[in-house]
């Protein structure tokens, strides 16, 4: 259904394309974005938002722009509120840490959260005395909205944060983060959402969604390695402390004072990526023109291919749901007595096949069920076919009936 797009993406127009699968990892960038990095190098190689020569006039420009066209496809209501990160783990550990806290306020978040929106608030509980709390999903790993109310009620007027995965890294599911943001705005808390698995996959309206927060990774959305992004109310941006002071934060210091800068400048210290930035604002012009909606039908039907092949194998568990259209592109396997480590190297010499092996940075859920093997995880994206699922599936048949 994408297959044109495939030419676009360099490592798939080759004759014998690997059969990539490792998509909520990092996704393949497409020609306009590699130009766009290219560009900044060969073109402009200014230093934005400080000289005044051509060169950096014209990548202050560029930023301005791919501000502006990220809070357009989030539907933010001013570009300022759209800060360049490295990640959306720098994105997370900026909500984190800029907020103050005091001992005994109450942080929620899932039992299925990435380390990214796990350990900050860990770090918080050892040093500030923040009270982090966990949601208990249902057994088959879908949020469960009742206990969510009930950890609110529960916490009460020390609720002042909940930090959930829009869609889970693990497993593929979605969170209901509009009417869990209902439920937490009942209570007075602030609603930050992980979108790292969402932005590349649906369309995000923060404003609809009702939240305060959002932290995203561009490489997730085809986009350059190293750039991620924050997404915050202004006036609640305009009252958080930057966790990065230098360059760029401050609009003027003296020997004993200074003044911070306003939002976004306060939160990027230090020389810009640029090139990541001009990389990354092609990269938002290449998801704006794609149907979001018709992407996530598109990783259901190839997960539809996958599961009906996997599930009933013997020494096989799918992680999550069984109905795929609850776990968007992801089909996330727990292998009885192989490691998945193996069997990714196997699949990748044997059949040109990339997936990812491990707790992928979720070890508290592993922890928690005493799985320590890890997970084999493929996710599909637009450009991935059923030819290439059926092969990744068809060859983990075989391996296990090998190897098991
Ligand atoms: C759900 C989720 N959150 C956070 C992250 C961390 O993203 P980044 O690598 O951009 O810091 C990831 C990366 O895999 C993720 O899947």
């Not at 599911?173 to 649906?202: R, W």
């Not at 230090?270 to 996530?296: E, F, M, P, Q, W």
């Amino acid at each position: 259904m994408f297959s044109q797009f495939r030419q676009d993406f360099p490592t798939l127009d080759t004759e014998n394309p690997p059969v990539y699968l490792d998509n909520a990892c990092m996704t393949l960038r497409p020609k306009p974005v590699i130009e766009a990095i290219k560009s900044y190098y060969e073109q402009s190689p200014g230093c934005g938002g400080r000289s005044v020569h051509r060169y950096a006039t014209t990548v202050s420009r560029k930023m301005m722009d791919c501000r502006k066209k990220m809070a357009e496809l989030f539907n933010a209501r001013e570009s300022n509120e759209i800060i360049f990160t490295k990640n959306a783990t720098h994105s997370l550990n900026q909500v984190a840490k800029g907020l103050s806290w005091e001992k005994g306020d109450v942080v929620l978040t899932t039992d299925r959260e990435h380390n990214s929106n796990l350990v900050p608030w860990l770090q918080l509980e050892e040093e500030q005395g923040i009270d982090h709390r966990v949601i208990k999903s249902n057994d088959d790993n879908t949020f469960n909205l009742e206990n969510f109310e009930n950890a609110c009620a529960e916490a009460g007027s020390s609720l002042k944060m909940v930090s959930l995965s829009h869609v889970g890294n693990l497993d593929g599911i979605a969170t209901p983060v509009k009417e869990a943001t209902k439920i937490a705005k009942d209570f007075g808390a602030l609603v930050c959402i992980d979108g790292a698995q969402s932005t590349p996959h649906m369309k995000v309206d923060v404003q609809d969604l009702g939240i305060d927060f959002m932290a995203f990774s561009i490489h997730k959305m085809m986009g350059p390695s190293g750039m991620g992004g924050l997404w915050g109310r202004m006036d609640l941006l305009e009252g958080m402390r930057s966790i990065q002071s230098g360059g760029s934060t401050v609009d003027t210091s003296h020997y004993d004072s200074l003044t911070w800068s306003k939002p976004p400048a306060r939160f990027e210290g230090g020389l810009g990526n640029y090139a990541g930035i001009l990389g990354t604002s092609a990269a938002i012009d290449y998801i704006s023109k794609i149907d979001l909606d018709a992407v996530h039908e598109h990783e259901v039907s190839l997960n539809r291919v996958m599961t009906s092949i996997l599930k009933d194998v013997n020494g096989l568990r799918i992680i999550g749901p069984e109905d795929p259209a609850q776990r968007g592109g992801i089909c996330s396997i727990l292998l009885d007595n192989i490691d998945a480590h193996d069997i990714a190297i196997l699949l990748d010499e044997a059949a040109g096949v990339m997936v990812r092996s491990g707790m992928h940075c979720v070890h508290s859920w592993f922890n928690a069920k005493g799985i320590d093997r890890g997970s084999l995880r493929a996710s599909a994206y637009l450009y991935n076919t059923e030819d290439e699922v059926k092969l990744f599936a068809d060859t983990l048949v075989e391996a296990v009936e090998a190897l098991g």
